[in-house]
């Protein structure tokens, strides 16, 4: 016979999803995090497509799946 308690598993908690956002920061556009910034990048085309890169990582991390813009 085991010793010991049996209980239930934990439920894991699951963190708030993450998003970046690109905002207009010291003479160009920045990836925002959290309060964290990047370094400002002259194009906003730029920063978008970095921010969408990181958000897609950022997703498959956690298991989340959206759907891709096909343009």
Do not use: N
């Amino acid at each position: 016979m085991m010793s010991g308690l049996a209980s239930p598993r934990p439920v894991p908690v699951l963190a708030p999803p993450r998003r970046y956002d690109v905002v207009a920061r010291g003479g160009g556009w920045s990836i925002v995090l959290g309060g964290a910034c990047t370094r400002p990048f002259r194009s906003r085309r730029a920063a978008e497509r970095i921010a969408r890169t990181l958000q897609r990582q950022a997703d498959a991390l956690h298991g989340v799946k959206r759907p891709r813009k096909v343009h």
